[in-house]
C-alpha cells in the first residue's frame, strides 16, 4: 500500500499534466465523423491542437467557440450556437463533442442547458449530429479524468437506454486513454480471435492511426460510429479498461444493464492471462494455439529479460493508471519503484500502486526524487531532466512529441509485454558503463550506488 | 481591465505600422482585431502572442498564473536557442485549481510561488503572465508584482495579455508594452559605445541569428540587445543605450521600436534576414544609421566589402541546385512572407513560385508580390484547408512552405513540405541560411519516398478493380462494424457511403 504525499509548492514546476478538456477532446476523436469543439478562447484549442498535431503527427478537427472579453462579459451561449451552426455546416459532423474549459466554468455558464435549448430551437439544422457535452474546467483534473467525463457523456447521450435484446458475441469494449493505437488494434484482434465481435468506445485506431485517405475529410475519418454507441445496451457484456473507465462502465450497466468487467491493466502475464481467460470463458472458444505462443514467447521473454530488470531503481511520473500499469510492469520484473509522481489524489488505483510513496505532482518533482534511479519513465517533457539527471528516459503516454510512432508501440497483452522487456532491457544495455577500478575499490569513498545526485536546482 | 483596455487602443493606433496608416481615423480607431468566427477560427491568443515574443528570454524564469491548460498544453514548444542559461524552458505555472478559484486564493499563490522560485533559481528577474481565468477572477497581478519585487529585491514584471484580450498579434504588442513599462531602461550599462545596435523581432529560431551574429562582429558592430532571441534580461534592460534598431519581425514589435526610437532616440528601420540581398541590405541599413549617429564612416566601405564577398560565395553554392530546381514550382502558404527576397532567390535559381498567401501582408507588400509574380491570379489571401489539399493532390505544386499548421494538408496530399515557421529544425537567416533552405528545398522535392508514397498497390491498378477510394483503414474499421451488425445493417456499401 502507497502514501500519497500531496503538493505543497505554489509554482508547479514542468508540469506532468495535459489539461482536463484536452483528454475530452481526445476522446471525442475516437468517435468516426467527430469534431470536438472547445467553448473557450481560441487560445485554449491551439494550444491543445498544436499539442495533438505534435504527438499525432496527423490533421486534427478541433475547434473554438472563440470567446473574448465581451462574450466573456455577456455570456457565451451565442458564441457556443454559432460554432455548432457554423460546425455543422462546413463539416458536416456526425458528433460534435462540446468540451468546456476554465473560461467558461469559472464564469458558471449553463452549457447543458444552453446546449439542450440549441438542440430544441435549431432541431433542423442540426438533424443527424449529436451533440454531447463534457464539463471539463481545466483548474481540474487531467487527461485520464477528460477521457472518461467524455466517454461518460457520449453514453449518456447517445446510447439508447432500456434493458435490450442482447446479441449474442457482441462485446462493448471501454478502453483508457493510455492504451495506444497498437494496442487497441491488437485489443480487437484478440477479441475477435474468439469469435466475439467487439465494439470499441473511443476507438482511435480507426482515426488516429496514420493513414493517408484519398480525400479531404474536414471531421476524423474512423473511429467508433455514432451508431454504435447507440447500440451500446444491446452487448452481451462490457469490459472496462482503467480505473478511469470504471465510472462510464457503471453508467453504461446503469442505463443499459450490460454487465461489466474491469482490468486495472492489460500488461503483464497475470493480466493477459486473466483477459484471455474471460474472453474464452465469455465465447465459450478454447484459446487459439497462436495466442499460447505469444504467452510462450512472452514467457522466454521474461526468462530473458529479467537480468536486466533486478534491482533497478525506476522514477515514474504518469497519470493514475499508466502509474499502475508501468509500477506493475517493472516491479513484476523485479525492480524497484524509487520515485512515483501522479497528477491527482482522487483515483482509487493509487493505493494499488507498488511505491513506497506517491507524490503529487510535476516532473519538478520527479527531477528532484528520481535522483540515483536508473530509469525515468514519464512523457516526453521528461527530457530535460532526463539530461539534467544522466539518466536515460522511457517515453510513455502523452505527449510524445520528440520520437515518432509512440501510437504503434504496443504495451497490453502478451505480445505487448514481451515488446516492452525487450524495449527496457535493450535501454539498459545501452547505457552500461564499463567497469573502472576506482568504483570496485574496496576502499573507494562509499556511497549508495548512484550517490545521491545534486539538486536539479542547483543546476541553472 | 480598464488600463488594459487602454493599452489596447494604444497598441492598434500604431502610426509606424503601414497598414495602419492606410487606415481612416475611425477605421484606426476600431484596431486590428478581426472578429473571429466561432467554429471557424484559428491562431492563438494574446496570452500565446505574449509568451512568444518574453520566452526566449533565456535567464528569466517565465511564471504563467492560470489553471493548467495555459502553460501544461503549451511549454517548451518553440525551437528558439540559447548559448547559455536553460531557465527560459523551464516550465513554471501556478496551476490553480477549482478550490485557489473559488476561494480567490490566486493573488496569495502567485506571490508564493514568485518566493519559491526566486529561493530556488535565483533568476535576475520573474516574468508573470496574466489569463482568461486569472483576469476574469479580478487578480492583481501588477499589485502582486510589485510587492514582490520590493520584498525579494529582484525584477518581477507584470504581461497584462490574457488571452481573451485578443489574437496572438495583440499579445505581442501587449508583451512589448511590458518591456517598455518594467524593463528596458532600468539598468545603465557601463560599456555603451558608437557601434552598439538593437534586433527587435528576431527570435533565434533554430540558432538563425548565430548565422547573422559574426557578420557584425566583423564589422566591428556590438548587439546591445537581441530582443528576444538568446537575449538576457540585463541586455534588455539596457537596450534604450543602442544607438541604432533594426526590427525583424515587424508586424510583431514595431510598437516597441517607435517607443524606443521616441523614448531614447534610438532610429530604426525595418529589414529582414531572409534571403540574399535582403541580408545584404540589412547590414547596409545598420551601417548607415549608426553613421547617422555618430559612428565612424569608414564602416560604409568595409560593409560594401564584406557585403561582396558574402553574396559571390552564396550564389556560387546556390548555382549547385539550379539544374535540380529548375522549373519547380512552390506553394508559400504563410501568415505573410516579409522577404521578398526569398521569392527572389528562388526565382533567381529557377524556380517558380506558383501562390503565396497575402493574410497578413500590407498593401506595399501585395504591390510588390504583384511585380514580383506578374500574376494576381497567385495571390490569396487564405486557403482553406480542403481548397489547399484540392490543389495539391492535383499536383499544381512540387512543394509547399508553410508553417506546421498546415503540414498534414500537404503530406497527406503527398505532396514535399518544408517547415519555414517557428518550429522549424534548420536556420534560414542570412547568406548561409538562404543556401540551406534551397538545399532543405532540394532534399525535400528530390527525396525517392515520393515516387513510392503516390505508387498505388499493384492489385488496385489492375482494370476492373473499383477505383472510386483504395482501401483504408477507415473502411475496414466499418466494413468490421458493419459485419458485427450483420443482423441490423444491410450491406457493407452502405456503410462506406456513409463515412464519405
Known amino acids: ?460 | 481591465m480598464t488600463s488594459l483596455s487602454a493599452k489596447i487602443q494604444d497598441v492598434f493606433d500604431e502610426p509606424a505600422c503601414d497598414k495602419n496608416r492606410g487606415k481612416d481615423a475611425k477605421a484606426r480607431k476600431e484596431g486590428c482585431a478581426r472578429p473571429l468566427t466561432p467554429g471557424a477560427a484559428a491562431g492563438g491568443c494574446a496570452f500565446d502572442g505574449a509568451k512568444i515574443v518574453l520566452q526566449p528570454i533565456t535567464d528569466v524564469a517565465h511564471l504563467v498564473h492560470a489553471p493548467l491548460a495555459c502553460e501544461g498544453n503549451s511549454w517548451d514548444n518553440r525551437g528558439a536557442a540559447s548559448s547559455g542559461p536553460t531557465l527560459w524552458r523551464t516550465s513554471f505555472t501556478t496551476d490553480l485549481t477549482e478550490l485557489d478559484v473559488v476561494m480567490g486564493q490566486g493573488e496569495r499563490k502567485l506571490f508564493k510561488a514568485i518566493r519559491e522560485i526566486k529561493e530556488a533559481y535565483a533568476p535576475p528577474a520573474v516574468f508573470v503572465y496574466s489569463t482568461c481565468v486569472t483576469a476574469l477572477i479580478g487578480d492583481d497581478i501588477e499589485a502582486v508584482c510589485k510587492r514582490a519585487a520590493e520584498k525579494f529585491g529582484l525584477a518581477v514584471v507584470p504581461i497584462n495579455a490574457p488571452g481573451l484580450a485578443g489574437s496572438k498579434n495583440l499579445g505581442n504588442k501587449l508583451a512589448a508594452e511590458a518591456l517598455l513599462d518594467h524593463v528596458i531602461g532600468t539598468v545603465e550599462p557601463d560599456d555603451a559605445g558608437p557601434y552598439d545596435i538593437n534586433i527587435l523581432g528576431e527570435f533565434n529560431l533554430s540558432g538563425e541569428f548565430w548565422l547573422i551574429k559574426p557578420l557584425l562582429d566583423r564589422l566591428g558592430i556590438r548587439v546591445r540587445a537581441c530582443i528576444p532571441g538568446d537575449a538576457r534580461y540585463t541586455d534588455v534592460a539596457s537596450a534604450h543605450r543602442a544607438r541604432a534598431a533594426m526590427v525583424v519581425c515587424s508586424t510583431s514589435l514595431i510598437n516597441l521600436a517607435r517607443k524606443m526610437d521616441e523614448r531614447w532616440d534610438i532610429p530604426f528601420f525595418e529589414g529582414s534576414f531572409y534571403g540574399i540581398s535582403d541580408t545584404s541590405q540589412a547590414l547596409r541599413d545598420i551601417a548607415r544609421l549608426l553613421v547617422r549617429k555618430g559612428a565612424d564612416p569608414e564602416i560604409l566601405g568595409r560593409t560594401e566589402t564584406l557585403i561582396a564577398d558574402q553574396e559571390a560565395i552564396a550564389w556560387n553554392k546556390l548555382e549547385v541546385y539550379r539544374a535540380r530546381l529548375q522549373g519547380k514550382r512552390v506553394l508559400l502558404n504563410t501568415g505573410g512572407v516579409k522577404s521578398w527576397s526569398v521569392v527572389h532567390a528562388l526565382m533567381e535559381i529557377g524556380m517558380e513560385i506558383v501562390g503565396t498567401s497575402v493574410k497578413k501582408s500590407t498593401v506595399e507588400d501585395k504591390e510588390r508580390i504583384k511585380q514580383i509574380l506578374k500574376d494576381d491570379n497567385h495571390l490569396f489571401e487564405q486557403m482553406a484547408a480542403r481548397d489547399l489539399y484540392a490543389m495539391l493532390s492535383e499536383g499544381k505544386a512540387d512543394i509547399m512552405l508553410s508553417g506546421g499548421r498546415t503540414q498534414f494538408v500537404a503530406l497527406k496530399a503527398k505532396t514535399p513540405w518544408l517547415d519555414i515557421n517557428q518550429e522549424r529544425q534548420h536556420p534560414y537567416a542570412g547568406y548561409d541560411g538562404m543556401v540551406e533552405l534551397v538545399r532543405q528545398i532540394d532534399l525535400a522535392i528530390q527525396n525517392p519516398i515520393w515516387s513510392q508514397v503516390r505508387e498505388r498497390a499493384p492489385w488496385d491498378c489492375q482494370p476492373g478493380v473499383k477505383d472510386e477510394q483504395p482501401s483504408t483503414k477507415n473502411e475496414t474499421a466499418t466494413v468490421h462494424s458493419a459485419q458485427e451488425f450483420a443482423g441490423t445493417t444491410p450491406t457493407i456499401s452502405a456503410s462506406v457511403e456513409e463515412i464519405r
Not at chain 1, 503527427?57 to 457554423?86: C, F, H, R, W, Y
Not at chain 1, 435549431?122 to 457535452?133: N, Y
Not at chain 1, 478511469?244 to 474491469?262: D, S
Not at chain 1, 474471460?278 to 529479460?305: M, T
Open chain 1, 1 to 460: 500500500m502507497s502514501r500519497v504525499v500531496s503538493q505543497t509548492k505554489s509554482a508547479s514546476v514542468n508540469p506532468l499534466k495535459s489539461s482536463q478538456p484536452l483528454g475530452a477532446a481526445l476522446a471525442f476523436l475516437g468517435i468516426d465523423g467527430a469534431v470536438p469543439l472547445f467553448h473557450g478562447t481560441q487560445g485554449c484549442t491551439s494550444f491543445a491542437l498544436v499539442l495533438f498535431v505534435r504527438h499525432f503527427k496527423e490533421t486534427i478537427p478541433l475547434q473554438t467557440t472563440a470567446m473574448d472579453e465581451v462574450t466573456t462579459i455577456l455570456g457565451g451561449s451565442d458564441n457556443l450556437e454559432e460554432a455548432i451552426l457554423n460546425l455543422k455546416t462546413r463539416t458536416k459532423p456526425k458528433l460534435i463533442g462540446v468540451c468546456t474549459t476554465a473560461l467558461v466554468e469559472t464564469r458558471g455558464e449553463d452549457s447543458a442547458g444552453d446546449i439542450a435549448d440549441i438542440r430544441l430551437k435549431r432541431a433542423e439544422e442540426l438533424a443527424g449530429t449529436e451533440i454531447v457535452l463534457a464539463n471539463t474546467p481545466d483548474f481540474s483534473g487531467a487527461l485520464e479524468e477528460g477521457w472518461s467525463k467524455a466517454v461518460t457523456a457520449m453514453i449518456e447521450g447517445i446510447t439508447r437506454p432500456g434493458e435490450r435484446a442482447r446479441q449474442s458475441k457482441k462485446i462493448a469494449i471501454l478502453p483508457g486513454w493510455n492504451l495506444t493505437v497498437a494496442d487497441i488494434e491488437h485489443l480487437r484482434e484478440m477479441v475477435e480471435s474468439f469469435g466475439l465481435h467487439p465494439v470499441i468506445l473511443p476507438d482511435l485506431s480507426g482515426s488516429l492511426d496514420g493513414t493517408v485517405p484519398d480525400h479531404w475529410v474536414p471531421t476524423t475519418y474512423g473511429g467508433t460510429s455514432v451508431e454504435d454507441i447507440r447500440e451500446l445496451g444491446a452487448a452481451e457484456h462490457c469490459i472496462a479498461i482503467c480505473e478511469h473507465m470504471r465510472r462510464p462502465a457503471e453508467v453504461l450497466h446503469k442505463v443499459t444493464g450490460v454487465p461489466y468487467v474491469l482490468f486495472e491493466s492489460l500488461t503483464g502475464l497475470k493480466d493477459a492471462d486473466q483477459f484471455v481467460s474471460l474472453l474464452s470463458r465469455i465465447s465459450g472458444e478454447p484459446v487459439l494455439a497462436g495466442v499460447c505462443r505469444r504467452r510462450a514467447q512472452l514467457q522466454d521473454a521474461l526468462l530473458d529479460g529479467h537480468f536486466h530488470f533486478g534491482g533497478k531503481k525506476i522514477a515514474i511520473a504518469a497519470e493514475p493508471d499508466q502509474l499502475y500499469q508501468y509500477a506493475t510492469f517493472f516491479v513484476d520484473m523485479g525492480s524497484e519503484i524509487t520515485a512515483a509522481v501522479t497528477t491527482t489524489d482522487m483515483s482509487e488505483i493509487l493505493e494499488k500502486v507498488p511505491a513506497e510513496s506517491i507524490q503529487i505532482g510535476d516532473l519538478g518533482d520527479l527531477e528532484t526524487l528520481a535522483g540515483g534511479a536508473d530509469l525515468l519513465v514519464t512523457h516526453s517533457h521528461g527530457r530535460q531532466a532526463s539530461h539534467r539527471l544522466g539518466i536515460p528516459l522511457m517515453r510513455v503516454g502523452f505527449p510524445v512529441f520528440d520520437r515518432l510512432g509512440s501510437q504503434h508501440k504496443l504495451s497490453i497483452l502478451y505480445q505487448g509485454t514481451r515488446d516492452l522487456v525487450f524495449e527496457v532491457a535493450n535501454m539498459f544495455q545501452a547505457d552500461r558503463h564499463a567497469p573502472t577500478p576506482e568504483e570496485l575499490d574496496p576502499f573507494r569513498k562509499r556511497e549508495t550506488p548512484g550517490g545521491p545526485r545534486s539538486s536539479p536546482l542547483a543546476r541553472h
